[in-house]
């Protein structure tokens, strides 16, 4: 049996601040040899820890797929639920929560091959420091860099 080697890793991280909390993530996306190929963060403000996660890892599944990769690996930063992926998930409550969740599971299920894995943040330093910076406020994307 041959190991799992991904085409691409694709990296979450969520960051929260504050009561009531303000979110923030990044995806981190790179290619079999590590070279970054999709990077972004996003400054979500107050709402639902679950819309946050979600709107991180549909950009994260659409990037991989515009990109026509085949075999993916999610790694999910601490705090990202990994429930999104299981069958026996009760899906939320509100409307958009599901059609978001529902979603994210079609694109998950398109590629070839496919695992998702929870990590710390120390395995993933791209995508922990953009969001911690975008959760700070960014005013331009000169102030990724």
């Known amino acids: 049996m041959?190991?799992?080697?991904?085409?691409?890793?694709?990296?979450?991280a969520l960051h929260a601040r504050g009561k009531p909390a303000k979110f923030s993530f990044a995806v981190w996306m790179v290619d079999a040899k590590s070279r970054p190929?999709?990077?972004?963060?996003?400054?979500?403000?107050?709402?639902?820890?679950?819309?946050?996660?979600?709107?991180?890892?549909?950009?994260?599944?659409?990037q991989a797929r515009r990109l026509r990769q085949e075999k993916i690996e999610l790694r999910l930063g601490p705090g990202i639920s990994a429930d999104y992926f299981r069958e026996n998930r009760n899906p939320p409550r509100?409307?958009?929560?599901?059609?978001?969740?529902?979603?994210?599971?079609?694109?998950?299920?398109?590629?070839?091959?496919r695992r998702y894995m929870q990590v710390p943040l120390e395995q993933m330093p791209e995508a922990n420091a953009l969001a911690e910076k975008a959760n700070k406020g960014l005013r331009s994307p000169g102030d990724l860099l």
């Open 94 to 113: 509100e409307a958009d929560l599901k059609i978001l969740l529902l979603q994210v599971q079609t694109v998950f299920n398109e590629f070839r091959l």
């Open 37 to 62: 190929l999709f990077s972004a963060a996003k400054f979500v403000g107050m709402g639902q820890r679950v819309h946050a996660e979600l709107t991180a890892l549909q950009l994260g599944l659409e």
């Open 2 to 12: 041959q190991a799992f080697k991904p085409d691409c890793t694709i990296y979450v």
